[in-house]
């Protein structure tokens, strides 16, 4: 997994933290950056020159990765050019024959594990990674990981959605621990579950949001049939106010042919009365 840093900046924040750890364990840095001169002629340069409590001066190299045989040779032979202990301060030996030349040629070498040698920078580039991986992860169940669930499959997933442990789901479900587990890995042949979702706390959040996506789905599902209810609703109210309009045209007519006969009744009857 890449870092997000340059080798240049990963190595200067390794020599940062070298030489931090070497004043904790009592060296007094002296001198960053020593250039190595013979005969007036730049061969070389010292990372640090370090002296210990005991007056010892060592010509300190810092490697950001593992030592090897060349990174041997060069720190003890720097460190006769600047008349001065070798030293390299590094993750460990890249090999057995790394770790003999350093012993055969009086090389100290301070090794520091992966963690010493990460500094802040790194630390939250790596995990800025780490997270993303996870949520990609994550995302990918939601949006584009489609499995076939069953309905049985639903309910081991729902009984896993709501519980703490592997023991309360399998409580829920009515079965022991070692059954649920065998359901679990018949949900992960299946492909209803990722295979890297290994942990309980891993199948626990998928089996979350394959629960919540398929609530969701249900959800908007029942909204599409209401909307398309709802507009039929509207169809037939159209249809309805138009048949009202219409019956509404009809009586009108009718009131002004009933209103326009009883004028010609009146009227006959006023001619019969004369």
Request: net charge negative; proline share 1%.
């Amino acid at each position: 997994m890449a870092s997000g840093m340059s080798a240049k900046r990963r190595w200067m924040a390794s020599e940062r933290i070298a030489l931090s750890v070497l004043s904790e364990m009592g060296f007094r840095v002296l001198e960053t950056g020593r250039r190595v001169v013979v005969n007036g002629v730049e061969v070389g340069e010292v990372d640090a020159i370090a002296e210990d409590s005991e007056g010892n001066v060592y010509a300190v190299e810092v490697k950001a990765g593992r030592l090897d045989v060349s990174g041997v040779r060069q720190a003890y032979v720097n460190a006769l050019l600047v008349n001065a202990k070798p030293m390299v301060v590094c993750k460990g030996f890249s090999d057995d024959a790394a770790r003999e030349l350093a012993e055969r040629l009086g090389v100290r070498v301070v090794q520091l594990s992966d963690v010493f040698l990460v500094e802040s920078e790194e630390l939250y580039a790596l995990m800025r990674e780490v997270v993303e991986e996870v949520l990609a992860d994550y995302l990918e169940v939601f949006y584009g990981y489609s499995p076939q669930i069953k309905q049985e499959h639903l309910e081991v997933l729902q009984a896993i959605a709501s519980s703490a442990d592997i023991g309360d789901a399998a409580g829920k479900l009515g079965v022991d621990a070692q059954a649920l587990a065998k359901k679990i890995e018949e949900l992960r042949r299946a492909g209803v579950l990722p295979r890297w979702a290994v942990k309980y706390l891993s199948v626990r959040r998928v089996a979350q949001v394959l629960v919540w996506r398929r609530s969701l789905a249900s959800a908007l599902e029942e909204s599409s049939r209401l909307v398309e209810t709802a507009r039929a609703l509207r169809e037939e109210l159209r249809e309805l106010k138009a048949a009202v309009s219409g019956l509404a045209a009809q009586l009108k007519r009718l009131s002004e042919t009933a209103a326009a006969v009883e004028e010609k009744s009146r009227a006959s009857q006023a001619q019969g009365q004369q």
